[in-house]
């Protein structure tokens, strides 16, 4: 399965999805003009990725700041993370908030209860 | 083609359940089972839309945040501004001052010089017997108390030259960054 790459932006996040190694990572900031545009192809990919997943599937989060738009696609990608978990795979994901981003955290936290994934909330030192 | 909407799934799943009810046809049992996955997909809007509006008003507070953060930066710099303008003005007027006062003293010895040179003689052949002998002293003095109003006058005028020029050089860089 072909790995997938999207170049961030200012209003777009850095979108890098390994297949063999099953590493998705998002990083940067999401406020796109038009989120179904951005996430649709991200979307389709993890659905052909979940059905045959890596061994396994480390998630990395890595936002500054995103639209309400995105906060709904990002609880769908959880959510198709969450069927390759269902399907007995193993997953987690790594949410990385700066250190006094409390909101961020806490954002992190709501995403843990809402879809059931095992998750890791990472502090990182401010840029 | 439609345009595709980020609760296309949700849309989707309203619309099966107007066709069913617009067949008008149903048996007990697919009425059960329709209704049972409305519940089942509004649950999931429900929860969905808590969450997001949670998240939402979240990352709004934290955008706030930012904004009050950018505002103090923003605040700050200005004062700095202001700060750093003040200080260049004090230096320009102080580097102006030294020079203007340096033209009025050269002036000033120029007239001395003059007055010493071409002046006196003038008066002293036309006043033989010291008739008045404190013309030449007179004029001196006139020079001395020329002096301080003098250097006043150039303080200001290149000042006004400076200022007009910095003026310029702003509207310049203005146009540029246009």
Same mark, same amino acid.
Request: net charge negative; aromatic share 8%.
């Given at each position: 399965?072909?790995?997938?790459?999207?170049?961030?932006?200012?209003?777009?996040?850095?979108?890098?999805?390994?297949?063999?190694?099953?590493?998705?990572?998002?990083?940067?900031?999401?406020?796109?003009?038009?989120?179904?545009?951005?996430?649709?192809?991200?979307?389709?990919?993890?659905?052909?990725?979940?059905?045959?997943?890596?061994?396994?599937?480390?998630?990395?989060?890595?936002?500054?700041?995103?639209?309400?738009?995105?906060?709904?696609?990002?609880?769908?990608?959880?959510?198709?993370?969450?069927?390759?978990?269902?399907?007995?795979?193993?997953?987690?994901?790594?949410?990385?908030?700066?250190?006094?981003?409390?909101?961020?955290?806490?954002?992190?936290?709501?995403?843990?209860?809402?879809?059931?994934?095992?998750?890791?909330?990472?502090?990182?030192?401010?840029? | 083609?439609?345009?595709?909407?980020?609760?296309?799934?949700?849309?989707?799943?309203?619309?099966?359940?107007?066709?069913?009810?617009? /067949?008008?046809?149903?048996?007990?049992?697919?009425?059960?089972?329709?209704?049972?996955?409305?519940?089942?997909?509004?649950?999931?809007?429900?929860?969905?839309?808590?969450?997001?509006?949670?998240?939402?008003?979240?990352?709004?507070?934290?955008?706030?945040?930012?904004?009050? /953060?950018?505002?103090?930066?923003?605040?700050?710099?200005?004062?700095?501004?202001?700060?750093?303008?003040?200080?260049?003005?004090?230096?320009?007027?102080?580097?102006?001052?030294?020079?203007?006062?340096?033209?009025?003293?050269?002036?000033?010895?120029?007239?001395?010089?003059?007055?010493?040179?071409?002046?006196?003689?003038?008066?002293?052949?036309?006043?033989?017997?010291?008739?008045?002998?404190?013309?030449?002293?007179?004029?001196?003095?006139?020079?001395?108390?020329?002096?301080?109003?003098?250097?006043?006058?150039?303080?200001?005028?290149?000042?006004?030259?400076?200022? /007009?020029?910095?003026?310029?050089?702003?509207?310049?860089?203005?146009?540029?960054?246009?």
């Amino acid at each position: 399965m072909d790995n997938f790459f999207i170049e961030g932006s200012k209003q777009t996040p850095e979108i890098s999805f390994n297949a063999e190694l099953g590493e998705l990572e998002i990083k940067g900031r999401s406020i796109p003009e038009n989120t179904f545009d951005f996430f649709n192809p991200v979307l389709l990919w993890l659905e052909e990725y979940a059905k045959s997943p890596a061994k396994k599937t480390i998630v990395k989060v890595n936002l500054e700041y995103f639209n309400t738009s995105s906060s709904k696609y990002i609880l769908e990608i959880l959510k198709r993370v969450k069927n390759v978990m269902n399907d007995g795979h193993d997953v987690l994901v790594e949410w990385y908030y700066e250190e006094d981003d409390e909101e961020m955290m806490e954002t992190g936290e709501d995403y843990e209860d809402v879809s059931g994934l095992p998750f890791s909330l990472i502090s990182v030192e401010e840029d | 083609m439609a345009k595709q909407s980020i609760y296309q799934r949700e849309v989707d799943f309203l619309q099966n359940a107007k066709d069913f009810m617009a /067949k008008g046809e149903y048996s007990q049992e697919e009425l059960q089972l329709e209704a049972k996955n409305l519940i089942e997909n509004y649950e999931e809007l429900v929860s969905q839309v808590k969450i997001i509006t949670k998240i939402s008003d979240r990352l709004q507070k934290k955008l706030n945040k930012t904004n009050d /953060k950018l505002e103090l930066t923003n605040n700050q710099l200005n004062e700095t501004n202001i700060k750093l303008n003040e200080t260049i003005d004090a230096l320009t007027e102080a580097k102006i001052g030294r020079k203007a006062g340096t033209i009025v003293m050269i002036v000033a010895i120029g007239l001395f010089i003059l007055s010493e040179a071409w002046i006196e003689p003038i008066i002293d052949n036309h006043f033989p017997n010291s008739e008045y002998p404190f013309v030449g002293l007179a004029l001196k003095l006139v020079v001395a108390i020329l002096i301080k109003p003098g250097e006043d006058l150039t303080n200001r005028y290149m000042l006004r030259k400076a200022r /007009k020029q910095q003026i310029e050089e702003a509207r310049l860089q203005r146009n540029n960054k246009k």
